[in-house]
């Protein structure tokens, strides 16, 4: 038999490395051939720093990290591309309770993100007239998809960063302690944190980032350019590993060991039931109320694992709109095509060839265009993409890098 080879993984603990938990456990990675350690650290600040400085070969990492690497984003290092995604959505807002009496007072209504938008802008404009403090929100990481989507919904209600609220980033595992510890209003990040908060009765669940952008990327594999270049078959069969892993991950059977394995002090180190309500989406909105979201988080089917370009570029448009890098960068061509290329699903379509599986055959797409599944073009047949419209029907042209009234 031949000796595997080692691959040392970065993750922070979120539900979103369920994937590659799992095909360390479960021996999807051994049957490629790869020996994968996994290396925790407490933020995935600190894991992209472990990718920086070559501690770990690959990492799971925030969606719009290799976007951030290849536009010159600050804190973020040089050359880091993003492979595979490892899950679509999981995370929530979860608020306190204070928090939400006067979101409530101010024309709240659960799941819907509009109405907490126009919510949260009418709580920020009275505190402003008071002279009150301005809600702070926190989050593990300021280059990530709740970052982003939370601008993106609060902008569409006039609610500004530094002017309305505040963000902050915090350890994920520090985030219930946060809320109950009144040092924050709010909490926007991938679970077990906000099932945490409303288990323990310290908060509520006011919304998902599945309602605010479905379907979106929240956490990716993540490897430095020359590495993927130098290893290119150890790669290929770590994400064919991968995938098997969410396919095991998607299976209902296998939820409560899943949960078990994840709740692990070397993984999540958390109580196995906050874990649940993901895994199984069915979300406790408060400790009396419970909402299903059948594609809260989602880990296979419907090229979930698909590293779309067209997203990398919709995070593209949100760094420039709220200029962390320079306005005039939306016209220089090798900036634009240095964003695209930050995903590589030229890595992932090589990888998937010996699985015979249905893969896009293009890079890119129309983003809030579908709001049911459908049938696409792709290698084999049988491909079907899930929806993935945006809260307010608006549609991203990765073409224009402009967001659309819905067509």
Not at 8 to 21: E, I, N, Q
Not at 23 to 43: N, P, Q
Not at 218 to 241: C, F, I, S, V
Request: proline share 6%.
């Amino acid at each position: 038999m031949p000796e595997k080879r080692k691959v040392k993984a970065g993750f922070s603990p979120t539900v979103d490395c369920a994937v590659l938990v799992v095909a360390a456990e479960k021996g999807f990675a051994a049957d490629e051939g790869v020996a994968l350690e996994l290396v925790r650290k407490k933020t995935a600040r600190a894991v992209i720093g472990a990718l920086s400085e070559n501690e770990v070969e690959i990492a799971h990492l925030p969606a719009p990290v290799p976007v951030g690497s290849a536009v010159g984003l600050d804190d973020v290092p040089d050359g880091v591309i993003g492979i595979f995604t490892l899950a679509l959505g999981g995370s929530a807002i979860t608020v306190s309770h204070e928090f939400y009496d006067e979101l409530y007072r101010e024309g709240l209504k659960l799941p819907d993100p509009a109405a907490f938008g126009r919510a949260v802008a009418r709580v920020c404009g009275a505190r402003r007239a008071s002279g009150e403090n301005p809600p702070v929100f926190a989050m593990e990481s300021i280059v990530s998809t709740p970052f982003y989507v939370l601008r993106y919904l609060l902008g569409s209600c006039g609610v500004l960063l530094g002017r309305d609220m505040e963000i902050v980033e915090a350890a994920p595992d520090a985030l219930p302690t946060l809320i109950e510890g009144g040092k924050v209003d709010a909490i926007y990040t991938a679970e077990p944190a906000g099932s945490a908060v409303v288990l323990t009765g310290a908060g509520r669940i006011v919304t998902t980032g599945a309602l605010i952008w479905q379907n979106a990327p929240e956490k990716l594999l993540a490897t430095k350019r020359q590495w993927a270049d130098e290893n290119a078959d150890l790669l290929e069969g770590l994400l064919r590993a991968l995938y098997r892993a969410g396919e095991w991950c998607t299976n209902q059977a296998n939820i409560e060991e899943l949960a078990g394995i994840l709740a692990a002090p070397h993984y999540l180190q958390t109580n196995g039931e906050f874990l649940l309500p993901a895994l199984t989406g069915y979300i406790s909105t408060s400790v009396r109320d419970m909402q299903r979201h059948p594609e809260f988080f989602v880990t296979s089917a419907k090229a979930a694992n698909f590293p779309w370009q067209s997203q990398a570029l919709w995070f593209f448009s949100q760094m420039l709109r709220w200029g962390e890098i320079a306005g005039n960068l939306r016209h220089d061509a090798k900036i634009v095509e240095a964003a695209q290329n930050a995903y590589r699903p030229d890595i992932y379509r090589k990888a998937m060839k010996p699985l015979f599986v249905p893969v896009p055959g293009a890079n890119l797409k129309l983003e809030g265009t579908l709001k049911h599944p459908v049938y696409v073009g792709a290698s084999r047949t049988g491909l079907v993409l899930g929806p993935d419209r945006f809260f307010d029907g608006r549609v991203f042209d990765p073409e224009t890098l402009e967001m659309d009234d819905e067509i």
